[in-house]
């Protein structure tokens, strides 16, 4: 049965075209499946569009993250032969969602989870946000400031989802790029999330990159690093014994968080698909002091790697 134009109906009872930012957008289908969705909705919403890997397929070999930062620069280079307001991607099932800046610089999906409940929160107050707590602390000023509801939750779509019913919560963020809409099931939609940024930034009182370095003034962060170990749980104790359990303010069957003194934290999680373990750092300020204290914190990790990791590469302030 073919759903795609009763999905397009759906997407007619919540969003207008008159809602909706109506300058270039660049879209990157990663030549999977997003093309067979938001190609309809861009006709339908009268969306001027330029596609690049419009698929399907071949996938790019770098697979289909759409945060990959060699996969984010070649959607900059693309970016870079036009003028855009913003550009989006999608990942192979287009469930995951990204969104670039008008300069082709990736949009953190950390702030971007911060500036969609900032939207929601607005419209309706007090109502239960819920979030994964790998990068937490802005996403929390965010639901204490507009009197929100914060519901965390472990990292996993099956988690995520079954929070958000319990809490009867808007909306959801996850760092992996899912976004979860409390009216569409509880569960996640890359095409929601597309229209929904669409709509929040038509009346926003400044641009994306903009509302961005406001976050990034007063929290900043790194990208997720993935160091490949074996024994995930030696990690964390090892982490748990330098750096103290007095610091230790979260502990789930599938990672372990830190607050340390100096304004940071870091999480550590084991991957549910491979043998890695993930790293998350933020801080309230001081970006400078960040990149030297997470750098002490994987170096402590970096003789339980089974292999060598050149997390140097990326290491950066978001």
Same mark, same amino acid.
């Given at each position: 049965?073919?759903?795609?134009?009763?999905?397009?109906?759906?997407?007619?009872?919540?969003?207008?075209?008159?809602?909706?930012?109506?300058?270039?957008?660049?879209?990157?289908?990663?030549?999977?499946?997003?093309?067979?969705?938001?190609?309809?909705?861009?006709?339908?919403?009268?969306?001027?569009?330029?596609?690049?890997?419009?698929?399907?397929?071949?996938?790019?070999?770098?697979?289909?993250?759409? /945060?990959?930062? $060699?996969?984010? &620069? +070649?959607?900059? #280079?693309?970016?870079?032969? %036009? *003028?855009?307001?913003?550009?989006?991607?999608?990942?192979?099932?287009?469930?995951?969602?990204?969104?670039?800046?008008?300069?082709?610089?990736?949009?953190?999906?950390?702030?971007?989870?911060?500036?969609?409940?900032?939207?929601?929160?607005?419209?309706?107050?007090?109502?239960?946000?819920?979030?994964?707590?790998?990068?937490?602390?802005?996403?929390?000023?965010?639901?204490?400031?507009?009197?929100?509801?914060?519901?965390?939750?472990?990292?996993?779509?099956?988690?995520?989802?079954?929070?958000?019913?319990? /809490?009867?919560? $808007?909306?959801? &963020? +996850?760092?992996? #790029?899912?976004?979860?809409? %409390? *009216?569409?099931?509880?569960?996640?939609?890359?095409?929601?999330?597309?229209?929904?940024?669409?709509?929040?930034?038509?009346?926003?009182?400044?641009?994306?990159?903009?509302?961005?370095?406001?976050?990034?003034?007063?929290?900043?962060?790194?990208?997720?690093?993935?160091?490949?170990?074996?024994?995930?749980?030696?990690?964390?104790?090892?982490?748990?014994?330098?750096?103290?359990?007095?610091?230790?303010?979260?502990?789930?069957?599938?990672?372990?968080?830190?607050?340390?003194?100096?304004?940071?934290?870091? /999480?550590?999680?084991?991957?549910?698909? +491979?043998?890695?373990?993930?790293?998350?750092?933020?801080?309230?300020?001081?970006?400078?002091?960040?990149?030297?204290?997470?750098?002490?914190?994987?170096?402590?990790?970096?003789?339980?790697?089974?292999?060598?990791?050149?997390?140097?590469?990326?290491?950066?302030?978001?």
């Amino acid at each position: 049965v073919d759903l795609h134009s009763a999905f397009v109906i759906e997407l007619q009872s919540r969003f207008h075209t008159d809602e909706l930012q109506q300058e270039m957008l660049a879209l990157n289908g990663l030549n999977g499946t997003a093309l067979t969705l938001a190609e309809a909705i861009a006709d339908e919403f009268s969306l001027p569009v330029t596609w690049f890997r419009e698929g399907p397929g071949p996938i790019p070999q770098q697979g289909t993250d759409p /945060s990959d930062p $060699l996969l984010a &620069g +070649e959607m900059k #280079a693309n970016m870079s032969t %036009g *003028d855009y307001l913003l550009g989006f991607a999608w990942d192979g099932d287009c469930d995951r969602f990204v969104c670039f800046d008008d300069e082709g610089n990736l949009v953190p999906t950390y702030y971007l989870i911060g500036i969609i409940a900032e939207y929601f929160l607005c419209l309706h107050p007090g109502s239960a946000i819920v979030f994964d707590t790998k990068l937490c602390w802005n996403t929390l000023d965010v639901i204490r400031r507009y009197g929100g509801q914060p519901v965390a939750a472990r990292t996993g779509h099956t988690f995520m989802k079954s929070k958000m019913k319990e /809490s009867g919560a $808007l909306y959801g &963020g +996850e760092l992996s #790029a899912h976004h979860y809409f %409390g *009216d569409f099931h509880g569960c996640d939609s890359g095409m929601l999330a597309w229209l929904t940024v669409l709509k929040l930034l038509k009346t926003a009182e400044a641009p994306i990159k903009d509302l961005v370095a406001e976050i990034r003034a007063e929290i900043c962060c790194t990208p997720e690093v993935s160091l490949p170990v074996s024994e995930a749980e030696e990690a964390c104790r090892l982490l748990v014994k330098t750096y103290g359990e007095e610091y230790l303010v979260g502990s789930e069957s599938d990672g372990i968080a830190f607050e340390l003194p100096g304004d940071w934290r870091f /999480s550590a999680r084991s991957s549910k698909t +491979e043998s890695a373990l993930r790293v998350n750092f933020e801080s309230r300020g001081y970006p400078d002091a960040l990149l030297e204290r997470g750098s002490r914190v994987l170096e402590c990790l970096t003789p339980l790697c089974i292999k060598s990791v050149a997390w140097q590469d990326n290491w950066r302030i978001q």
